[in-house]
């Protein structure tokens, strides 16, 4: 008999339910003629609810039978329906999701391509990279092809002469195919008549694609037989190149490539995907190295200087069965004899070689830290602002929910349809957040190499990237959906049933919580993008010792065309002239390279009869034209500049800056005292004033300016002072240059406003993203206050309405809201002061001129969050003295 009392018990609730429904929408229907609903609209609108109220009521009846599982579907589309009647929150919430989950997307999408990214190559985890280690060395010439690996206690390094690795190959060809790789130093390339700029180059050994295990996209790859091959030299291309010179065109096996002077037969082109051994930069050109090759334009002069020069990387394929300790043992006993007395008690080194030569990628290193850290507070502040404003819904649908509780639905079935919508919304900002990922990542990867092409890795979407952002949209689902869901089916239903307001203190202490959590997000990001703006403004206001507007720099380099000595003298005189005459320029002269390009050349030299450490003899160098002061805006202090009498053969001169002579010569009058380096004599004729055309943000060093007709130099630049924007003249400065000798490519055509931009880019990136996230952060701040007031006016309505009816003032309705987000404002900014503190001075090193803890940048902040908060809450403060007092009496 239990069975059919419990059945007769249940029938009796739903009937009394039923009753107090009908009573309550008859009881909503007089509200609604009573204020100023016609009659027919408001029984239309209580047949519309009864008839919601009926499908409530079926669902609870499905509920109560087990067969929730089959509404799963249904929950889907009644959160849909759910989500397009509120657009501007659905909106505000897919938004703010995608671009927290869309700006980790593209940061671990980098990171993946940059620290867990493999050679594109098969079975890359047998490559392994060669390298020395020894108690001394004693090189004429060691140039650091991929990077020094960190050996306590004695030097290393990574780059071998060329008769070390073929010494090396032969002695270890049972352990291992070791190929070796060196910088093939080219500018451009001319093919079907036109010029473009090639990326890079490389002279490999004809092994090297074969060890690797390339295999070509067209053509073959060059191959041992190269290494004695005579006649038209071979050369391999990128798919990069072979788009920008022929076009895709399969007939480009077989063409003419002009490198640096010499002609190459294209004999292959390599897959799209790979660039080269060196991740984050690209190789265009692969020709051949050979171990009686002869001097030719297109090979580096230091490579045939000294038969000991180091320049070349060597990385291996182990043979199968052959462990890396068996390898070293073989190293270690060939190097003994291949390296002689170079380098004092040899060993080798092996290093991991999946990832190519990865020296270089310890430099995004931190960056990519302080980016990952950033990214992560933009999503969490995403999370608890989404959270925030589900939990303010669902106060505002607790007439709906107590509805469903009191026809039978348990908690767990309206937990189920809350989180179905929470979860809708973030795999809708997950989907969209994959989209902005996109984008994101060019945006990334500017901001990590500071220039607009970005970090040259290869970046494909793969299965890692899209696993990644998946299992970051369920991570945002459990923090945007379980803490809103729970608290909304907490209510008792009778309370709900009885007022239709948004009711729930404890959701409102919950809000609180959550904005004030924001607000100390905010602070941390505010603050961040506060010491970077001010840092780029310090920069921008750095003056270099000489006005940098109206100053426009080309590249060029004859030593590739095949100019030498006296031919490039009269080659750079010819230039001269020519630029000089261009209409809207007032003079030109001659540099080595751009000013504030970060190029860093030293120059070692002695004093005679001066006490100075010889470790501190070297300088700065810059080889000039005798008119570079004038034209730069550099005055001469002391003495002369050069003259065109300061040719070879003459008394070699020199003219230094002010440093100089501070750190060489206590300050005192220098000119006309002498500096020697090698068997060469050189003379101070002047002292210039000092200047920054290095690194802006470094202090200004010793400096020595050479005469160029003096000093053997191959590419040099040309700086040119014009009346007016020195971009109108770039085009005929281009044409000017190449009309007299076509086959010397013009490149680096640049003002010194671009430079100096340039030299800052990793700043002002810096600026720009931290400053766009910041704003992103605080704008969800504002909503998520918002959120918080408008809700805390609307559950306070009917207080509202009599408090004004009794005759309150609008002041003292707005002053108490007010209040209460002064003290969250508070609550946040004490709370997130400590983590900002601790948290800034991980960026202390990429500042200037400002502390990661300046006191102005702190204070700025903490205002903007007040001013931002106080704005954010006058709305709903503002709306709240228009609450009427009739309808609250009314409902009352």
Not at 140 to 151: K, M, Q, S, T
Not at 253 to 281: A, E, H, K
Not at 352 to 371: C, E, I, P, Q, Y
Request: hydrophobic content about 45%; some cysteine.
């Amino acid at each position: 008999m239990s069975w059919l009392f419990e059945l007769f018990r249940r029938k009796s609730n739903e009937q009394r339910l039923d009753s107090e429904l009908r009573f309550h929408l008859e009881q909503q229907t007089k509200d609604n003629i009573a204020a100023g609903m016609s009659p027919e609209m408001a029984r239309r609108e209580a047949a519309i609810e009864l008839g919601g109220l009926e499908q409530i009521k079926e669902e609870c009846r499905d509920e109560r039978s087990g067969a929730w599982l089959g509404h799963i579907s249904q929950d889907i589309r009644f959160g849909l329906r759910m989500l397009r009647k509120y657009p501007t929150f659905t909106a505000i919430a897919v938004l703010s999701l995608a671009i927290g989950i869309g700006a980790a997307t593209s940061a671990f999408w980098l990171f993946d391509a940059i620290f867990l990214g493999s050679l594109p190559v098969p079975s890359p985890q047998n490559l392994q990279l060669i390298c020395w280690s020894g108690s001394d060395t004693h090189f004429r010439l060691y140039f650091n092809a991929i990077g020094e690996p960190d050996v306590p206690g004695r030097k290393s390094g990574s780059s071998f002469s060329k008769e070390v690795f073929f010494s090396l190959r032969k002695q270890c060809a049972a352990q291992a195919d070791i190929f070796a790789y060196g910088p093939l130093f080219c500018k451009t390339a001319r093919a079907k008549g036109k010029s473009v700029l090639v990326e890079g180059g490389q002279i490999v050994s004809g092994n090297f694609f074969s060890g690797l295990g390339v295999r070509p996209l067209l053509g073959k790859l060059l191959g041992p037989e190269d290494e004695s091959a005579t006649g038209t030299p071979r050369v391999v291309i990128s798919y990069s190149l072979w788009d920008r010179v022929f076009g895709l065109d399969t007939s480009a096996i077989g063409q003419q490539i002009n490198v640096n002077g010499t002609s190459y037969s294209v004999v292959g082109v390599l897959p799209r995907d790979f660039t080269g051994v060196n991740p984050g930069s690209r190789v265009d050109l692969f020709v051949s190295l050979s171990p009686n090759s002869s001097p030719t334009p297109d090979m580096p002069a230091f490579v045939w200087a000294w038969p000991d020069g180091c320049w070349l990387a060597l990385m291996g394929r182990m043979m199968p069965g052959v462990s890396n300790s068996q390898l070293k043992a073989v190293l270690d006993v060939s190097l003994i004899s291949a390296v002689g007395t170079s380098i004092t008690k040899p060993a080798g080194l092996i290093v991991d070689g999946h990832d190519g030569a990865a020296w270089s990628r310890v430099d995004f290193r931190n960056k990519l830290r302080l980016l990952l850290a950033v990214v992560g507070v933009v999503v969490v502040a995403a999370c608890v602002n989404i959270a925030g404003l589900l939990m303010a819904r669902g106060a505002a649908r607790q007439h709906e929910l107590s509805v469903r509780k009191a026809l039978g639905a348990g908690r767990w079935r309206l937990f189920r349809q809350l989180f179905t919508e929470s979860a809708l919304i973030s795999l809708l900002g997950g989907g969209l957040g994959i989209l902005l990922a996109l984008w994101g990542r060019i945006a990334v990867s500017r901001f990590l190499n500071g220039t607009p092409e970005g970090v040259q890795f290869g970046t494909p979407l793969d299965l890692k990237v899209l696993g990644f952002a998946l299992a970051i949209t369920v991570l945002t689902m459990f923090l945007c959906g379980i803490l809103p869901a729970l608290m909304s089916t907490s209510t008792d239903p009778k309370y709900g049933l009885r007022n239709r307001s948004a009711v729930g203190a404890p959701r409102l202490r919950a809000g609180k919580i959550l904005v004030a959590a924001q607000i100390a997000l905010s602070l941390l990001l505010v603050t961040g993008a506060g010491l970077y703006t001010r840092t780029l403004i310090n920069l921008d206001r750095i003056d270099p010792g000489y006005a940098m507007d109206h100053l426009l720099f080309l590249n060029l380099d004859p030593g590739l065309s095949g100019y030498t000595g006296p031919r490039t003298v009269t080659y750079y005189e010819n230039v001269q002239r020519s630029l000089s005459a261009i209409p809207g320029v007032q003079s030109a002269a001659l540099v080595s390279y751009p000013l504030l390009s970060g190029v860093n050349w030293k120059y070692a030299f002695t004093i005679p009869d001066l006490p100075v450490d010889r470790k501190d003899t070297s300088a700065q160098q810059l080889i000039v034209s005798e008119n570079f002061f004038a034209t730069i805006g550099i005055p001469i202090l002391n003495g002369r500049e050069f003259r065109a009498s300061d040719r070879d053969g003459t008394s070699k001169v020199i003219v230094i800056n002010e440093a100089f002579v501070r750190k060489f010569f206590s300050g005192r009058v220098s000119v006309g005292r002498t500096i020697k380096s090698g068997d060469d004599v050189l003379q101070i004729v002047g002292v210039c004033r000092d200047t920054s055309f290095i690194d802006i943000k470094k202090a200004i060093e010793p400096t020595i300016y050479f005469p160029y007709r003096q000093s053997s130099n191959g590419s040099s630049s040309f700086a040119l002072r014009t009346a007016g924007s020195p971009i109108s003249v770039a085009e005929e400065a281009r044409r000017v240059a190449t009309a007299i000798d076509p086959e010397v490519p013009v490149t680096d055509l640049r003002s010194q406003v671009q430079l100096r931009d340039q030299n800052i880019a990793t700043e002002r990136a810096c600026a720009r993203y931290y400053g766009s996230l910041a704003v992103f952060v605080l704008l969800l701040s504002c909503m998520g206050l918002y959120g918080l007031m408008a809700f805390d006016v609307t559950r306070r309505t009917d207080e509202l309405g009599i408090r004004l009816a009794l005759g309150a003032t609008p002041h003292q309705i707005v002053g108490p809201i007010l209040q209460m987000a002064l003290l969250l404002a508070f609550a946040g900014l004490v709370s997130g002061l400590p983590l900002t503190l601790a948290l800034t001075r991980f960026v202390r090193a990429s500042l200037y001129g400002v502390t990661a803890s300046d006191p102005m940048t702190f204070l700025g902040s903490v205002t903007l969050l007040v001013m931002v908060m106080l704005v954010a809450a006058w709305i709903p403060a503002r709306r709240a003295t228009r609450v009427d007092p009739m309808v609250a009496l009314r409902r009352e």
